[in-house]
């Protein structure tokens, strides 16, 4: 059964920086077409789109968010890490890895989110 | 920050049908696959519906999804109390100041 879970700090100082780990396990982020997304989603709000990592080292950002995040793999340790700098209140969120499989018609081929990690929240406050 | 527009909330009882709609554009449902969420209350969300309307292994046929033009929709029949819960469409974009993945606001629905 493949699964992922995140850890981290559960308080942040504002203007700190934040990083989180999601630990992979039972299938591995070198695989051809596999990779792993960060999500977060403030109490009460909708899902944001964070960042995400491909076997392939490729990486994309949120525009909004570019800036500030960094988004690594360490496939050693079977591990993805995100970390965000100058944090302030609002990025107070639950925040999610999830793993990203390729799917293929007879046209193309696509990424899609199809299973999540139970969360962390993250609160920023002095 | 949510491209994608859906109902805040939709209702109705059980054994019922409901239907949430997710609106885009041309750079993201347009021209691309959308997926839909079950986020259970206190839960992480859940793959319910991808390349528009194929279902994984174990979501039952309740659940459908559809999409024209720059619109998606996911229908769920036969309505039951564990389908209480928020629903998510999901897709790529293309557009710079957008994505490559965005959400959509999300829609609770609520059984009466």
């Known amino acids: 059964q493949s699964t992922l879970k995140e850890s981290g700090p559960t308080l942040v100082k504002p203007t700190e920086t934040l990083t989180l780990t999601c630990t992979l396990s039972?299938?591995?982020?070198?695989?051809?077409?596999?990779?792993v997304g960060w999500i977060r989603q403030p109490p009460g709000k909708a899902l944001e789109w964070l960042a995400l990592?491909?076997?392939?080292?490729?990486?994309r950002y949120s525009p909004s968010l570019k800036s500030r995040l960094t988004i690594t793999k360490d496939a050693s340790k079977n591990q993805v890490v995100l970390e965000m700098t100058y944090l302030d209140p609002v990025d107070t969120a639950t925040y999610f890895c999830?793993?990203?499989?390729?799917?293929?018609?007879?046209?193309?081929?696509?990424?899609?989110?199809?299973?999540w990690g139970q969360g962390t929240l993250v609160t920023v406050s002095s | 920050q949510s491209v994608l527009t859906q109902p805040p909330s939709v209702s109705a009882a059980p054994g019922q049908r409901v239907t949430i709609s997710c609106s885009g554009t041309s750079s993201n449902i347009g021209n691309n696959y959308v997926s839909w969420y079950q986020q259970l209350p206190g839960t992480a969300p859940k793959l319910l519906i991808y390349?528009?309307?194929k279902r994984p292994s174990g979501i039952p046929d309740r659940f459908s999804g559809s999409k024209s033009g720059t619109s998606a929709t996911l229908g769920i029949s036969g309505l039951q109390t564990g389908d209480e819960a928020d629903y998510y469409c999901g897709t790529w974009d293309s557009s710079l100041s957008a994505g490559p993945y965005v959400f959509g606001t999300g829609t609770k629905v609520t059984v009466l």
């Open positions: 039972g299938f591995s982020l070198s695989s051809s077409g596999v990779g």
């Open positions: 390349e528009n309307d």
């Open positions: 990592i491909y076997w392939n080292d490729d990486k």
């Open positions: 999830a793993h990203i499989s390729r799917y293929y018609t007879l046209w193309d081929n696509y990424y899609v989110f199809d299973f």
